[in-house]
């Protein structure tokens, strides 16, 4: 991740409005072919891991083709988020997304996630498509195959796009640039909200909160989405950029990454504050740190929510290993191996707890509670960075189970990595803490449980035991027995 120069904020306070406006669906809706089977390898790329029937969802993939038109800047993409687009040319294009549903329609939350897949590996990767929470709501997940690299890989000897992984399956798709992206990602999602394309890939099921999401790399471009394009396209509920570390993606040709260690362009800005929808940005301590240096940080308004999650790092271990897991299945390559000394604090948890909220939100005007920041201090009085404890954690933030019950100190960023580090504490710390592991071990429980009833922790059921099983049998050092 690029670390941008400081600046300094006016933040905006935004206007509260009584009732939320009405969602447009008119505008291009594409052509829908499906849902896809077959192709050399019989499944599709990126495929829930494991059994999808086994939790009652149905997992299909659909063609989607079009006209996609491109955006260009009137004047600069300012620090304030406020940017004006005007369309510019268009282009035909072929993409796909891959729809999770409930097999009982009675099971419907009436949620539709709708994730911008992440193509930074020169492959698409989705941070959202397993969190159990969204399954155990009912709730409808979309992924969205928004980008050229995504389809076609990097431009690289050997890529491992969509086109190069099952050419029998894929062999047809095409974005030509990725200036299409932003409208290619809108027409999927009025696809979904439209009663034809209910009928073509939602089974007939009906959304009534749509939430644009996306992670890291595509968590920029949902951020310069919710800046840029929201307020001309006016189709999703709810935007939600994660780890973005107030970096956005850029809208013209040749602004993004299409070759392996050469970054693309981003700009560093601020979410607008006259939208007229929810926007919630969930960042890890990692991009904490960015913020609190870019001078970015944002306050909560009926509209607006930032959520910090202490200890964890861009690419966690867990989260690593989730990815791994689908990589060694698909058969494509790890960019690096699974490092054993990661952050072990997960936030999609979080992220996963964060949806809950969301239909609330939208139609009653409830927004989330409001969560502690991490705390800062100063270095030589001007450079701020955050602060940590006497246990070596951050202080402030949301925080999970592993901070409230610390086995190891949890850092976010080290160097330029973006796994961050645990450092286990010594035996004699253990025993000092924990004096039994069964001390440690209700001492989870009931962390795990607050954690719950804070409504900031989307695991139901994985408390006491079962979330030191789940979570632990990765990270956790002995304790005292």
Same mark, same amino acid.
């Given at each position: 991740?690029?670390?941008?120069?400081?600046?300094?904020?006016?933040?905006?306070?935004? $206007?509260?409005?009584?009732?939320?406006?009405?969602?447009?669906? +008119?505008?291009?809706?594409?052509?829908?072919?499906?849902?896809?089977?077959?192709?050399?390898?019989?499944?599709?790329?990126?495929?829930?891991?494991?059994?999808?029937?086994?939790?009652?969802?149905?997992?299909?993939?659909?063609?989607?083709?079009?006209?996609?038109?491109?955006?260009?800047?009137?004047?600069?993409?300012?620090?304030?988020?406020?940017?004006?687009?005007?369309?510019?040319?268009?282009?035909?294009?072929?993409?796909?997304?891959?729809?999770?549903?409930?097999?009982?329609?009675?099971?419907?939350?009436? %949620?539709?996630?709708?994730?911008?897949?992440?193509?930074?590996?020169?492959?698409?990767?989705?941070?959202?498509?397993?969190?159990? &929470?969204?399954?155990?709501?009912?709730?409808?997940?979309?992924?969205?195959?928004?980008?050229?690299?995504?389809?076609?890989?990097?431009?690289?000897?050997?890529?491992?796009?969509?086109?190069?992984?099952?050419?029998?399956?894929?062999?047809?798709?095409?974005?030509?640039?990725?200036?299409?992206?932003?409208?290619?990602?809108?027409?999927?999602?009025?696809? !979904?909200?439209?009663?034809?394309?209910?009928?073509?890939? /939602?089974?007939?099921?009906?959304?009534?909160?749509?939430?644009?999401?996306?992670?890291?790399? $595509? &968590?920029? =471009?949902?951020?310069?989405?919710?800046?840029?394009?929201?307020?001309?396209?006016?189709?999703?509920?709810?935007?939600?950029?994660?780890?973005?570390?107030?970096?956005?993606?850029?809208?013209?040709?040749?602004?993004?990454?299409?070759?392996? #260690? %050469?970054?693309?362009?981003?700009?560093?800005?601020?979410? =607008?504050?006259?939208?007229?929808?929810?926007?919630?940005?969930?960042?890890?301590? /990692?991009?904490?740190?960015?913020?609190?240096?870019?001078?970015?940080?944002?306050?909560?308004?009926?509209?607006?929510?930032?959520?910090?999650?202490?200890?964890?790092?861009?690419?966690?271990? @867990?989260?690593?290993?989730?990815?791994?897991?689908?990589?060694?299945?698909?058969?494509?390559?790890?960019?690096?191996?699974?490092?054993?000394?990661?952050?072990?604090?997960?936030?999609?948890?979080?992220?996963?707890?964060?949806?809950?909220?969301?239909?609330?939100?939208?139609?009653?005007? !409830?927004?989330?509670?409001?969560?502690?920041?991490?705390?800062?201090?100063?270095?030589?009085?001007?450079?701020?960075?955050?602060?940590?404890?006497?246990?070596?954690?951050?202080?402030?933030?949301?925080?999970? @189970?592993? /901070?409230?019950?610390?086995?190891?100190?949890?850092?976010?960023?080290?160097?330029?990595?973006?796994?961050?580090?645990?450092? @286990?504490?010594?035996?004699?710390?253990?025993?000092?803490?924990?004096?039994?592991?069964?001390?440690?071990?209700?001492?989870?429980?009931?962390?795990?449980?607050?954690?719950?009833?804070?409504?900031?922790?989307?695991?139901?059921?994985?408390? #006491?035991?079962?979330?030191?099983?789940?979570?632990?049998?990765?990270?956790?050092?002995?304790? +005292?027995?």
């Amino acid at each position: 991740m690029k670390l941008s120069t400081a600046f300094v904020l006016l933040i905006q306070s935004i $206007s509260v409005l009584a009732s939320p406006p009405r969602r447009q669906t +008119n505008g291009p809706i594409p052509t829908v072919e499906g849902p896809v089977t077959g192709g050399q390898r019989g499944y599709p790329f990126l495929a829930y891991f494991g059994d999808i029937s086994r939790i009652g969802y149905v997992e299909e993939e659909y063609f989607l083709s079009g006209t996609a038109t491109r955006y260009d800047p009137v004047g600069n993409l300012t620090l304030d988020g406020k940017w004006t687009l005007q369309p510019s040319t268009s282009s035909t294009y072929k993409t796909r997304i891959l729809v999770h549903r409930p097999r009982n329609s009675a099971r419907f939350n009436g %949620v539709a996630i709708v994730e911008w897949i992440n193509v930074s590996f020169g492959y698409e990767i989705s941070f959202g498509g397993d969190a159990p &929470g969204l399954y155990e709501d009912g709730s409808i997940y979309v992924l969205v195959s928004a980008q050229h690299v995504g389809v076609s890989g990097y431009t690289v000897t050997n890529p491992i796009g969509l086109n190069q992984w099952d050419p029998e399956r894929y062999g047809s798709l095409n974005i030509e640039d990725d200036a299409l992206s932003y409208d290619i990602y809108t027409q999927a999602a009025r696809l !979904i909200k439209s009663a034809q394309g209910q009928r073509q890939v /939602l089974c007939g099921l009906q959304p009534t909160t749509v939430v644009a999401v996306g992670g890291s790399q $595509s &968590g920029g =471009r949902i951020l310069s989405y919710t800046n840029g394009v929201q307020p001309l396209a006016n189709v999703f509920d709810v935007t939600m950029p994660l780890l973005a570390a107030s970096n956005g993606a850029g809208f013209a040709i040749n602004d993004s990454q299409n070759q392996e #260690g %050469v970054p693309g362009f981003s700009v560093v800005t601020n979410v =607008r504050t006259d939208l007229r929808v929810p926007v919630w940005t969930i960042n890890s301590e /990692l991009e904490a740190s960015v913020t609190i240096l870019l001078n970015t940080r944002q306050p909560d308004t009926s509209l607006y929510r930032l959520w910090e999650v202490a200890g964890g790092s861009h690419v966690n271990g @867990p989260i690593y290993q989730t990815l791994i897991q689908k990589m060694n299945r698909d058969g494509v390559p790890p960019p690096e191996p699974a490092d054993p000394t990661a952050s072990q604090v997960n936030w999609l948890p979080v992220v996963d707890a964060a949806f809950r909220y969301l239909p609330a939100w939208v139609h009653q005007n !409830i927004p989330p509670p409001s969560k502690p920041l991490i705390s800062t201090t100063l270095i030589n009085g001007t450079i701020p960075i955050l602060e940590r404890g006497a246990d070596g954690n951050v202080i402030g933030g949301v925080r999970m @189970p592993e /901070l409230r019950v610390p086995i190891a100190e949890y850092i976010g960023l080290v160097g330029t990595s973006l796994n961050g580090e645990s450092i @286990p504490y010594n035996s004699s710390t253990l025993a000092q803490l924990y004096p039994t592991h069964q001390d440690y071990v209700n001492k989870v429980t009931a962390a795990s449980q607050a954690a719950l009833r804070g409504n900031y922790f989307g695991l139901s059921g994985c408390v #006491g035991d079962s979330y030191c099983a789940s979570s632990g049998g990765s990270f956790l050092v002995a304790v +005292n027995k």
